[in-house]
């Protein structure tokens, strides 16, 4: 597609419900990152991948927080028995670059979570 | 945790005024990058810096690096209405490609 598109824009849900987020990233874009935006905050890391494999989750809050790129493009992030302070937008980015130096990310329009 | 902190935290300025962002990060870094995001979107990125780079400038935009300092500023020069956005920097250790961001400048431009 033409950038990175994410589903769903928003989502509510009730706590302790389970929650995925899918990011379609650019076309032949090797790296992916997920991260976790506050309110008023700037982003955070959660994981990145380099194709399928995942090289660091270690911003990953708890192990409530899963994420998969199975075959090397779309992923999704799961979050399981979601509690209030999940609420964040998630925001997913691609990049060209797999190795070396780092580039451009293209950021999606992220998903709002909200917890209730 | 965020790697860098934008310094000041909010900016008023008005049209046409220039806008100056600073940028202080912890670790040594492979390069620099700003990015814009406008309220409830996702970022856009505005330039890159590469460690071994002391300046650079796009249109409007002028990013200068201290690495002895792990600092960087960002200017805006003649700002614009559309220039009102959440601005951060994003630094990359090299290696491989983990980005992280600083806390943000919040710029309101003022027609």
């Known amino acids: ?116 | 945790s965020q790697q860098g902190e934008e310094d000041p935290q909010a900016l008023s300025i008005q049209e046409g005024e220039n806008a100056t962002m600073n940028c202080s990060y912890k670790t040594s870094i492979n390069n620099l990058q700003w990015y814009r995001q406008n309220s409830g979107r996702g970022l856009v990125h505005l330039i890159l810096i590469r460690s071994n780079e002391r300046e650079k400038h796009s249109g409007r935009l002028r990013v200068t690096l201290d690495t002895s300092k792990k600092s960087s500023s960002l200017l805006i020069t003649a700002s614009r209405a559309a220039d009102t956005a959440s601005y951060f920097c994003a630094t990359g250790p090299g290696g491989y490609q983990k980005v992280t961001f600083g806390t943000g400048t919040k710029l309101q431009v003022i027609p």
Do not use: M
């Open chain 1, 1 to 116: 597609g033409a950038g990175v598109s994410q589903s769903p824009r928003y989502k509510v849900a009730k706590r302790g419900q389970d929650v995925a987020l899918r990011c379609d990233p650019i076309s032949g874009h090797v790296s992916l990152f997920w991260y976790q935006q506050a309110l008023g905050q700037g982003p955070e890391f959660l994981t990145y991948f380099q194709n399928e494999a995942q090289l660091d989750k270690s911003g990953l809050p708890s192990d409530r927080f899963f994420a998969e790129r199975p075959e090397g493009s779309v992923s999704t992030l799961k979050i399981q028995r979601t509690q209030q302070e999940d609420s964040a937008v998630y925001l997913c980015a691609s990049s060209l670059d797999g190795k070396g130096s780092t580039g451009e990310l293209f950021f999606g329009e992220g998903s709002r979570l909200t917890v209730l």
